[in-house]
């Protein structure tokens, strides 16, 4: 069991890290290992991103679209932003990204690649508020699209309103968009 310890003194440090080294070594790390994010930034860089996501390592279709070039929000940030823990089920849906890499590269100037986890917009407000204009209320609160959660997938998400699509109603809408574009619900 582990304890959460908000202003740590030296002696629980030294305590936790001595801890630490032994399990460590006990898995087979050595002792010289311990040097390596000391000297070299980038491993350290990864090392803390490896710990902030739960221990969440990308798959082959992340790592390639992110060789790509195309914005991302990924598993890995949804786990750091909004302090969850995918499912196995979950991650088992999101180790695929369902979209070819000619389709990402043609969608990299104009979309967003999102991994979505069952989080509703009043979920995400919960967890970090500093994205919406206001902590509380909003005209959206009772809206149905705020508190339906997402479905566990990847999505391409335009950066920009659909062409014409402003000012129109919800059905007007509706049709502009194209054979494989969708607005949820």
Same mark, same amino acid.
């Given at each position: 069991?582990?304890?959460?310890?908000?202003?740590?003194?030296?002696?629980?440090?030294?305590?936790?890290?001595?801890?630490?080294?032994?399990?460590?070594?006990?898995?087979?790390?050595?002792?010289?290992?311990?040097?390596?994010?000391?000297?070299?930034?980038?491993?350290?860089?990864? $090392?803390?991103?490896?710990?902030?996501? !739960?221990? #969440? *390592?990308?798959?082959?279709?992340? @790592?390639?679209?992110?060789?790509? =070039?195309?914005?991302?929000?990924?598993?890995?940030?949804?786990?750091?932003?909004?302090?969850?823990?995918?499912?196995?089920?979950?991650?088992?849906?999101?180790?695929?990204?369902?979209?070819?890499?000619?389709?990402?590269?043609?969608?990299?100037?104009?979309?967003?690649?999102?991994?979505?986890?069952?989080?509703?917009?009043?979920?995400?407000?919960?967890?970090?508020?500093? $994205?919406?204009?206001?902590?509380?209320? !909003?005209? #959206? *609160?009772?809206?149905?699209?705020? @508190?339906?959660?997402?479905?566990? =997938?990847?999505?391409?998400?335009?950066?920009?309103?659909?062409?014409?699509?402003?000012?129109?109603?919800?059905?007007?809408?509706?049709?502009?968009?194209?054979?494989?574009?969708?607005?949820?619900?």
């Amino acid at each position: 069991m582990s304890e959460n310890i908000a202003n740590p003194t030296p002696s629980q440090v030294s305590g936790r890290l001595a801890k630490l080294h032994r399990l460590l070594e006990e898995a087979g790390l050595p002792w010289e290992a311990f040097q390596q994010p000391i000297d070299d930034p980038q491993m350290r860089a990864r $090392l803390i991103n490896f710990w902030r996501s !739960g221990g #969440y *390592e990308p798959t082959t279709d992340e @790592k390639m679209a992110r060789a790509i =070039g195309i914005p991302m929000f990924g598993v890995q940030e949804a786990i750091q932003h909004f302090n969850v823990k995918p499912t196995e089920s979950q991650l088992a849906m999101l180790s695929v990204i369902p979209f070819s890499e000619q389709e990402l590269r043609e969608a990299k100037d104009t979309h967003i690649l999102v991994a979505v986890l069952p989080m509703s917009i009043l979920d995400v407000r919960k967890v970090n508020n500093k $994205l919406f204009y206001s902590e509380t209320g !909003g005209w #959206y *609160e009772s809206e149905k699209f705020a @508190k339906d959660k997402g479905e566990t =997938g990847w999505y391409l998400v335009k950066k920009t309103p659909v062409k014409n699509s402003t000012s129109k109603t919800w059905k007007e809408q509706q049709a502009l968009l194209g054979d494989r574009e969708s607005n949820p619900d």
